[in-house]
């Protein structure tokens, strides 16, 4: 006869744990290492410190397997957490600024976000990225595929496209800001 | 360096475009003017919405990978264990998080209380030492992580001695409700039988209290998976030991179970 107490077993679920020891992760979660990369290099992009980075990241990980019923499914995952990094890191620099006694990222981002906001509005089905782009002179197309997809520098856009570097900046940061509008990323949270 | 920071330096701070003592310069202002932050961070997230989604491989360091798994498991309801603990208010949909109501965390790590919380408030582990060769391995647990949501209608509604069918997604079976007891401390109990309709699938006895409001598995034990029917439970001296331990008063008449489960069936709080 066999007795058991189920805790003991009771982590040997259906699904298969990524690397790494302990309880197989939710469907959720697993979603969100797969993230984790990209989510890092973003908040790096932001913070421009390996730490202060991945407390960002550690820290949008964490609101967003919070708020996960807030996600909407079928929407872009990656938009919505890049959304929560974006105000996570914003409000900690509000913070950051008005009380004043640390430097250290952490202990204002810890504070940021007991009001809902830094869980995105940001609702960005699949093809919203390409139907954005599909509006948008093509000339500002191109250089947004070439920098931001092909990831070439501006002076080589530059030599490609025959114009001059100060061009491919202007042109580049109307590109951009055309692209957030249409994509309702430009409304400050 | 009070002068109006252009879109352009922006975009290029953004796009990594800039010297490095530039770029540390100007990203020092950005991080003093949230305004300025706010338009960098456009840059930013522009351009990484348009990236190769699979153009990063890079490892992750594994405290971060902890601190989700941490965080992951400190949900209540998406742990692996909450399905098969629960009964039906965790076995349900996650409620909708409002932020609004989450506490206030004090650091990084989600409390590990919650997390002890969840194996400390699961099974009472009845275990009687000598008797116990084994474990019911993946397939017992997940039977019963399928036929939860089934179980805990069963064990709400079903009078003893009643056979009723669970399937969840490609599993099915079937759950005969075997007796009802009630422990010393009133605590109502239901003991059944769980079976899967797949080959392999084994038979289990189990044991589920009513704790708080919710159905909880108490006992687990494998039952012959002969269908020459269930033997009744003064046959089984492991679910006898685990109710007289617990001073239950023997199995419950028929018209006094149909009165408590009429109770149960009362909307609650």
């Given at each position: 006869?066999?007795?058991?107490?189920?805790?003991?077993?009771?982590?040997?679920?259906?699904?298969?744990?990524?690397?790494?020891?302990?309880?197989?992760?939710?469907?959720?979660?697993?979603?969100?290492?797969?993230?984790?990369?990209?989510?890092?290099?973003?908040?790096?992009?932001?913070?421009?410190?390996?730490?202060?980075?991945?407390?960002?990241?550690?820290?949008?990980?964490?609101?967003?397997?919070?708020?996960?019923?807030?996600?909407?499914?079928?929407?872009?995952?990656?938009?919505?957490?890049?959304?929560?990094?974006?105000?996570?890191?914003?409000?900690?620099?509000?913070?950051?600024?008005?009380?004043?006694?640390?430097?250290?990222?952490?202990?204002?981002?810890?504070?940021?976000?007991?009001?809902?906001?830094?869980?995105?509005?940001?609702?960005?089905?699949?093809?919203?990225?390409?139907?954005?782009?599909?509006?948008?002179?093509?000339?500002?197309?191109?250089?947004?595929?070439?920098?931001?997809?092909?990831?070439?520098?501006?002076?080589?856009?530059?030599?490609?496209?025959?114009?001059?570097?100060?061009?491919?900046?202007?042109?580049?940061?109307?590109?951009?800001?055309?692209?957030?509008?249409?994509?309702?990323?430009?409304?400050?949270? | 360096?009070?002068?109006?920071?252009s879109d352009e330096m922006l975009l290029a701070l953004a796009d990594g475009e800039l010297e490095k003592a530039t770029a540390d310069a100007l990203h020092a202002r950005v991080m003093a003017e949230p305004?300025?932050?706010?338009?960098?961070?456009?840059?930013?997230?522009?351009?990484?919405?348009?990236?190769?989604?699979?153009?990063?491989?890079?490892?992750v360091p594994p405290h971060l990978l902890a601190a989700i798994r941490a965080a992951d498991g400190a949900r209540p309801g998406r742990h692996g264990l909450a399905v098969i603990e629960g009964g039906a208010?965790?076995?349900?949909?996650?409620?909708?998080?409002?932020?609004?109501?989450?506490?206030?965390?004090?650091?990084?790590?989600?409390?590990?209380?919650?997390?002890?919380?969840?194996?400390?408030?699961?099974?009472?582990?009845?275990?009687?030492?000598?008797?116990?060769?084994?474990?019911?391995?993946?397939?017992?647990?997940?039977?019963?992580?399928?036929?939860?949501?089934?179980?805990?209608?069963?064990?709400?509604?079903?009078?003893?001695?009643?056979?009723?069918?669970?399937?969840?997604?490609?599993?099915?079976?079937?759950?005969?409700?075997?007796?009802?007891?009630?422990?010393?401390?009133?605590?109502?109990?239901?003991?059944?039988?769980?079976?899967?309709?797949?080959?392999?699938?084994?038979?289990?006895?189990?044991?589920?209290?009513?704790?708080?409001?919710?159905?909880?598995?108490?006992?687990?034990?494998?039952?012959?998976?002969?269908?020459?029917?269930?033997?009744?439970?003064?046959?089984?001296?492991?679910?006898?030991?685990?109710?007289?331990?617990?001073?239950?008063?023997?199995?419950l008449a028929p018209a006094a179970e149909a009165e408590l489960l009429k109770a149960l069936a009362q909307p609650k709080r």
């Open positions: 006869m066999d007795i058991v107490q189920l805790h003991m077993t009771a982590s040997t679920g259906p699904k298969a744990a990524p690397a790494g020891a302990g309880p197989p992760l939710s469907a959720f979660a697993s979603e969100l290492v797969a993230l984790l990369p990209r989510l890092r290099r973003f908040a790096l992009s932001l913070t421009r410190s390996a730490s202060e980075a991945d407390d960002l990241a550690q820290a949008t990980c964490e609101r967003a397997l919070k708020a996960q019923a807030l996600w909407q499914p079928g929407t872009r995952l990656d938009a919505w957490l890049f959304r929560i990094a974006r105000n996570l890191w914003i409000d900690s620099l509000r913070k950051r600024r008005s009380e004043g006694q640390s430097e250290a990222l952490e202990d204002h981002l810890d504070l940021a976000g007991e009001d809902g906001r830094h869980v995105g509005d940001v609702a960005l089905t699949v093809d919203s990225v390409q139907q954005a782009l599909g509006a948008m002179p093509s000339a500002h197309r191109e250089l947004l595929m070439m920098v931001c997809v092909d990831g070439k520098s501006y002076r080589e856009a530059s030599q490609q496209l025959s114009i001059p570097l100060g061009t491919v900046m202007s042109r580049l940061s109307r590109a951009r800001q055309g692209l957030a509008a249409k994509l309702g990323m430009d409304k400050t949270s | 360096m009070t002068s109006a920071v305004e300025l932050a706010e338009r960098f961070a456009l840059f930013v997230e522009s351009r990484a919405l348009l990236e190769d989604a699979g153009s990063s491989d890079q490892a208010t965790l076995a349900a949909p996650a409620p909708a998080v409002s932020p609004r109501s989450l506490p206030r965390r004090t650091g990084w790590q989600l409390p590990l209380a919650a997390c002890l919380a969840l194996l400390i408030g699961g099974i009472a582990g009845y275990r009687i030492g000598s008797e116990t060769p084994g474990n019911p391995g993946p397939s017992g647990v997940a039977l019963f992580q399928s036929a939860r949501a089934a179980l805990d209608a069963a064990l709400g509604s079903s009078a003893s001695g009643s056979t009723t069918s669970w399937s969840h997604g490609a599993a099915g079976g079937s759950i005969t409700l075997v007796s009802s007891h009630r422990l010393g401390d009133g605590t109502l109990c239901r003991e059944y039988t769980l079976a899967g309709a797949a080959q392999g699938d084994d038979r289990w006895k189990g044991i589920d209290c009513r704790i708080k409001g919710r159905w909880r598995t108490e006992l687990v034990i494998a039952a012959p998976s002969s269908e020459d029917g269930y033997r009744p439970a003064s046959g089984d001296s492991a679910a006898d030991a685990f109710l007289q331990d617990r001073n239950a008063e023997g199995p």
